[in-house]
T-cell receptor, first 115, second 111 residues
Framework: GAVVSQHPSRVICKSGTSVKIECRSL??????MFWYRQFPKQSLMLMAT?????????EQGVEKDKFLINHASLTLSTLTVTSAHPEDSSFYIC???????????FGPGTRLTVT | DQQVKQNSPSLSVQEGRISILNCDYT??????FLWYKKYPAEGPTFLIS?????DKNEDGRFTVFLNKSAKHLSLHIVPSQPGDSAVYFC??????????FGQGTTLQVKP
């Protein structure tokens, strides 16, 4: 159990366009979902935390108007990168936790390339 | 301000021997620690965790040790297998649930 999927796995978009990434918990209800970003050869950096039905909590330095997060149900969260720029190119990973568990289960990640 | 540190960027071990990956933390509010394994272009896979009320947790070939006074934890893999070759991240979390990751250690297990 505890499978998390992400879609798409990779996406290339033009500068100025918006891209939506979906994160789904397949076999459990996720009380909380998290969005991370990883730059090459670096650690995972938490961008935001979202709970179903409420606004996401963004980490310091993350633009909430640029990275829109919607947590519409207990199994789905979306991250929309608006007006993407080449510097937004990165590996985006979501995770989900269930119940009162402290473990987070990660999706396979989405490689975003902005040209 | 790196609250979780993995000071060894890489580690090479012979198959069958023990792999020891180390992690240090600075925040005394952390009360739960986790180890993840990650392959390139994939999401991390949860391996093992430990609560601050324990000093050891074992799961098959994986054992995590926690030394709270030293703010240090380690992951032991024995025996190491070539399939264990990956990047290993330690992570720590306070009650808020936010995971703080270390920089990762690349483990290579040679046949």
């Amino acid at each position: 159990g505890a499978v998390v999927s992400q879609h798409p796995s990779r996406v290339i978009c033009k500068s100025g366009t918006s891209v939506k990434i979906e994160c789904r918990s397949l076999d459990f209800q996720a009380t909380t979902m998290f969005w991370y970003r990883q730059f090459p050869k670096q650690s995972l950096m938490l961008m935001a935390t979202s709970n179903e039905g409420s606004k996401a909590t963004y980490e310091q330095g993350v633009e909430k108007d640029k990275f829109l997060i919607n947590h519409a149900s207990l199994t789905l969260s979306t991250l929309t990168v608006t007006s993407a720029h080449p510097e937004d190119s990165s590996f985006y990973i979501c995770s989900a936790s269930r119940g009162q568990g402290r473990e987070q289960y990660f999706g396979p990640g989405t490689r975003l390339t902005v040209t | 301000d790196q609250q979780v540190k993995q000071n060894s960027p890489s580690l090479s071990v012979q198959e069958g021997r023990i792999s020891i990956l180390n992690c240090d933390y600075t925040n005394s509010m952390f009360d739960y620690f986790l180890w993840y394994k990650k392959y390139p272009a994939e999401g991390p896979t949860f391996l093992i965790s430990i609560s601050s009320i324990k000093d050891k947790n074992e799961d098959g070939r994986f054992t995590v040790f926690l030394n709270k006074s030293a703010k240090h934890l380690s992951l032991h893999i024995v025996p190491s297998q070539p399939g264990d070759s990956a990047v290993y991240f330690c992570a720590a979390t306070p009650l808020t649930g936010k995971l703080i990751f270390g920089q990762g250690t690349t483990l290579q297990v040679k046949p």
